[in-house]
């Protein structure tokens, strides 16, 4: 209960929705919102009771026009499968959702119109919000799929990129389709907006993924995955092989023969304490 009451604390409510509740009242469309809005909650709610669950720190729980955000100050250096659960337990909750609807319906507790538009509402967000694209859950889903082989830039990169190709077509489609549904196109404008803003910062966001991972957040490093390095490698070029869920040694080599080795938290050591911003492997290995 306590867990509950924490989470409703979370919710914030952005200015804009309160001027949408206000046109569908004065246009007749509460009803309709008032489902879109439930859906939407519960959904992110799912996600904050599972981050809930693992201890993750949730900031917010932001309901917008036109959908919900559960914002988690969490970044990059949980397991990732504790990742994947906090992700999937939102589209989850279209199931049980659809399910409750359906005995509702068939013991005339609610009438089939209101039934009809909750199902077609719930498949509506169920559907769209697994599109690969970022920051929709398909668009996490892709990022944790690319995190198991490639190291954290390069998962992070090729999920925005995949991102911005999927939603160029989605609108080339809507183009075709359904050229004058204003709604769609603001999401879409949301969505071009939310990948540019997250391409611009991808530098600070795997800086912040080292740092968290520096001052000691390594509880999903399950598997041993050794990097191997050339002596005249920038600090900075190896930090960049770093993957999601895995602890890396260093194998320094030259002359492709091993000279040494370091563990990585020498290399963090020295990049963000000593500010060895532009030292080559070779200078932490003669230092250490």
């Not at 009451?5 to 200015?15: A, D, E, G, K, T």
Request: hydrophobic share 55%; aromatic share 14%; with cysteine.
């Amino acid at each position: 209960m306590n867990r509950a009451i924490i989470l409703l604390r979370h919710v914030h409510i952005h200015p804009l929705l309160w001027i949408v509740i206000a046109l569908a009242i004065a246009t007749g469309y509460f009803l309709e919102v008032c489902l879109l809005l439930a859906i939407i909650f519960i959904h992110e709610m799912g996600h904050a009771a599972a981050a809930s669950f693992f201890s993750w720190r949730i900031k917010k729980i932001t309901l917008l026009p036109f959908g919900g955000v559960a914002e988690m100050d969490e970044h990059g250096n949980r397991p990732l499968k504790e990742e994947t659960i906090v992700v999937v337990a939102g589209p989850l909750q279209h199931v049980w959702m659809a399910s409750a609807a359906y005995v509702l319906f068939t013991v005339h507790l609610i009438p089939e119109d209101i039934f009809k538009l909750f199902i077609n509402y719930n498949v509506m967000i169920f559907v769209f919000n697994l599109f690969p694209v970022w920051p929709l859950d398909g668009g996490k889903l892709v990022f944790l799929l690319l995190s198991l082989k490639n190291s954290f830039p390069s998962a992070h990169r090729l999920t925005l990129m995949i991102s911005f190709f999927s939603l160029f077509m989605f609108s080339i489609v809507i183009l075709l389709a359904a050229p004058y549904h204003i709604n769609v196109w603001v999401v879409i404008a949301f969505l071009f907006f939310s990948l540019y803003h997250e391409w611009k910062q991808r530098r600070f966001i795997f800086m912040r993924f080292l740092l968290e991972r520096y001052y000691g957040k390594k509880s999903g490093l399950q598997a041993l995955k050794p990097i191997q390095a050339n002596e005249q490698d920038l600090l900075i070029h190896v930090l960049e092989k770093f993957q999601r869920g895995c602890k890396h040694p260093i194998i320094v080599e030259a002359g492709g023969k091993e000279t040494g080795t370091l563990d990585e938290n020498e290399l963090l050591h020295a990049y963000f304490t000593e500010k060895r911003l532009t030292d080559k492997i070779s200078d932490l290995l003669f230092s250490y």
